[in-house]
């Protein structure tokens, strides 16, 4: 088993009046870098994938993610399509063969691409099946929250720090040393898709952004095809 620790970079219209509306489609966000860092056996792999990406629509970085990601319009203005980008990304997915999962450090990752590319009118159906780790990790480390950010979640692990966050590839990578301090991944993954089925009985199904109906992303670690 293959784990695609995946990360992703993204812009925000400037103000409410910019953002893109095609028939019922909304473009929220788009997608400007992104990461990702293989795990085969408990082994953080040396191969990864890392790319700027060239937005469309949202082509001023607000001074916010600006300051957070470090990343310039300098640094987009040779940088792909999505399109292209996804191409290059599918490519080096496919390496690792059928059996492989995406991890995620939060729920909202696959979700935005999906997102996105239903806005570009592109296929996301070959995209693996994809789990969260927060609540996987909080669970074995005793934390009484299922979200924690990702700094507190290398320091609680003991991974060391090296690199900046709110990097795609950085925040990538340290996703996938904080996986390879999580024991039992498989049954990690079961026991997580019984509680979310659990509580989807129990609570009310709430629209967190709307990244489609059927897709409960809300469920944090719940295993979606996208």
């Known amino acids: 088993m293959t784990y695609i620790v995946l990360d992703l970079e993204w812009s925000q219209p400037v103000c409410r009046e910019k953002m893109r509306i ?66 290059s990304f599918r490519k080096w997915l496919e390496k690792f063969g059928k059996d492989v999962i995406i991890v995620t450090w939060g729920p909202d990752d696959i979700p935005t691409l999906v997102k996105q590319c239903e806005f570009y009118e592109r296929d996301t159906g070959w995209l693996p099946e994809w789990f969260n780790l927060q609540p996987l990790m909080t669970r074995q480390y005793g934390i009484d929250r ?64 709307g990244y489609g109906k059927d897709r409960p992303y809300e469920r944090s670690a719940e295993i979606i095809r996208a």
Do not use: C, M, W
Not at 45 to 71: A, C, M, N, Q, W
Not at 74 to 87: P, Q
């Open 146 to 209: 299922a979200q924690i950010t990702l700094q507190s979640a290398v320091e609680i692990t003991g991974v060391q720090q090296e690199l900046d966050y709110h990097s795609a590839i950085n925040d990538a990578y340290y996703t996938a040393l904080v996986l390879t301090k999580i024991n039992d991944i498989p049954s990690e993954i079961e026991l997580q898709k019984k509680i979310d089925s659990q509580q989807s009985f129990s609570e009310p199904q709430t629209d967190l952004g």
């Open 22 to 87: 095609a028939g019922t489609r909304v473009l929220q966000v788009e997608i400007i870098q992104i990461g990702a860092v293989a795990v085969t056996d408990g082994i953080v792999s040396e191969d990864y994938f890392s790319e700027y990406v060239r937005p469309r629509y949202y082509t001023e970085l607000k001074g916010r993610i600006k300051k957070l990601t470090g990343i310039t319009k300098n640094d987009l203005k040779n940088a792909h399509d999505l399109t292209v980008v996804l191409k």
